[in-house]
């Protein structure tokens, strides 16, 4: 499996992906944002796109769509739930279907509701698991549910499918916020050693080399997987006063609702 992650440089920090097969040059483009780019990598690296997988319905994730298949004739493929808002999708999917490009990449797709109600990760196993998650999972943090999506949604979805993946998965999200991502853990857990180390390596890195975290890693660093860290627990009460309780669901929907504002 050969990976391009291609690096919009817009004000929303949007990650674009080309994913190809090693023996024979096809290509899924992933959340296509800027048509441009992503066809002229594709030249550069002599792929062929022959598929698109949007992760979900919001525009910086499905405007690049419409350029890449007049260019390749590409088929569109997207959460069946989601499949009308996006238009002109070929293949509607849903939570268990797999994607193949070329003979030896495979994806299992990942029903993963919370940033929308129609939300695709894609993972791939294999000695190094992959993850593109699209806006659900970012380094260090999670995605919003401002645009259509629900927090206990995000919640079950973190807690119960993405936790669950192996520790060495590795995460390719729909966007760069690590650095600020990393603040926010910070502000919250000050005494996070790993987050700290993590956000004095990156100062200065630019978008399109910022390193490639694992699950393992967010654990350690992402306070959305840390909900029964005592530190993060009562910094956040100080914050969330309406907080009563300290159960993980209470946890991060107080979390999703502070990093809304912060």
Do not use: K
Request: with cysteine; charged share 20%.
């Amino acid at each position: 499996m050969l990976i391009e992650r291609i690096w919009a440089a817009n004000e929303l920090r949007n990650y674009q992906y080309l994913i190809a097969s090693e023996s024979s040059g096809e290509a899924l483009a992933v959340d296509p944002l800027d048509a441009a780019a992503v066809l002229a990598r594709a030249r550069e690296r002599g792929w062929t796109i022959t598929q698109i997988l949007n992760t979900h319905e919001h525009l910086d994730h499905t405007a690049g769509n419409a350029g890449v298949v007049a260019a390749t004739g590409a088929r569109v493929m997207a959460h069946a739930a989601g499949a009308a808002r996006i238009g002109g999708v070929d293949r509607a999917l849903r939570g268990g279907d797999r994607i193949q490009v070329g003979r030896d990449v495979a994806f299992q797709c990942l029903d993963t509701p919370g940033h929308t109600m129609a939300h695709i990760c894609l993972y791939a196993e294999g000695d190094v698991p992959l993850l593109f998650s699209g806006d659900t999972l970012f380094n260090a943090g999670v995605g919003n549910c401002r645009g259509g999506g629900d927090p206990v949604s995000l919640y079950r979805t973190c807690s119960q499918v993405l936790a669950s993946l192996p520790p060495g998965t590795r995460i390719y999200p729909g966007h760069d916020y690590l650095r600020r991502n990393l603040e926010f853990t910070l502000s919250l857990e000050p005494g996070n050693a790993a987050a700290r180390a993590l956000h004095e390596r990156t100062a200065g890195t630019a978008p399109e080399v910022m390193p490639v975290l694992t699950l393992g890693e967010e654990l350690s660093i992402n306070t959305f997987f840390r909900l029964t860290q005592p530190e993060l627990v009562e910094n956040l009460r100080r914050r969330q006063p309406a907080m009563t309780a300290a159960d993980a669901r209470t946890v991060f929907l107080a979390l999703r609702e502070l990093r809304n504002s912060w």
